[in-house]
């Protein structure tokens, strides 16, 4: 069962398309990897399924329903099944506040799931549920980005680029708490070593394009031209 799709995604800014065209489905439970360099339309991408960007054209669905932007309360249903994992967690979560209110807040709000429960999931230390935010390492609150997405009870999880920027160890504990995730996920990143680690599946954004061959030029070049930490064994 088809869980996200988007058919013939076009849109662009300044007069030059970003996206030209972008096929992409998701089934319920599967995991995808959404790989390709800077400037390729990823972030415009992750907007346009997420709701937060009106596309010039084309059409997403969740779960057979049509996805467009609107008001908070419109798209309740659909932040229910489709929760979002950023790359940057500073830039979402409040530093002040204590981790088990931010990880309850969004349940809370949508009136499903079990904050607790997520935060066993992404194995964060059980002290720290009561500290703040800003306290917190790099890799400790991403996994508090994670748990606050599980912690709806999503059947997927869209994260943008989460180990970026993160040194090895941290990187590893973010990927098991990924891996532990009991939903589907679709990850958008460059790193060709962290999509290998969690996905089932590697799609290529190139030139506002999904490829799907993986002998295609382009998924060699990424790997060449991107230094990447393989995954512990």
């Known amino acids: 069962m088809t869980l ?12 030059r398309d970003v996206l030209r065209g972008v096929d992409l489905r998701v089934a319920e439970g599967e995991r995808v990897a959404l790989v390709g360099r800077s400037g390729q339309g990823k972030s415009t991408l992750v907007r346009a399924l997420l709701a937060l960007e009106t596309v010039r054209d084309g059409v997403i669905e969740c779960a057979g329903r049509p996805v467009t ?22 830039s979402t979560l409040d530093p002040r506040a204590r981790v088990r209110d931010v990880v ?65 160890p941290l990187r590893e504990h973010v990927l098991d708490a990924l891996r532990r995730a009991p939903c589907g996920l679709l990850m958008v990143t460059h790193d060709l070593s962290a999509a290998a680690a969690l996905c089932d599946r590697i799609l290529l954004l190139h030139d506002g394009r999904i490829v799907d061959d993986p002998s295609h030029s382009e998924f060699r070049a990424l790997l060449d031209a991107v230094p990447t930490v393989g995954p512990s064994r």
């Open 4 to 15: 996200l799709e988007c058919r013939g995604l076009r849109h662009g800014f300044g007069g």
């Open 69 to 90: 932007p609107g008001r908070v309360r419109s798209l309740r249903w659909f932040r229910r099944l489709v929760q979002y994992v950023p790359q940057d967690p500073a």
């Open 104 to 168: 309850d807040e969004p349940r809370l709000r949508l009136g499903q799931g079990d904050g607790a429960a997520a935060l066993d999931l992404v194995a964060l230390p059980g002290h720290l549920a009561d500290a703040r935010v800003g306290e917190l390492s790099g890799g400790q609150a991403q996994r508090v980005a994670i748990a606050r997405a599980l912690a709806v009870g999503p059947r997927l999880l869209l994260a943008d680029e989460p180990v970026s920027g993160l040194d090895p």
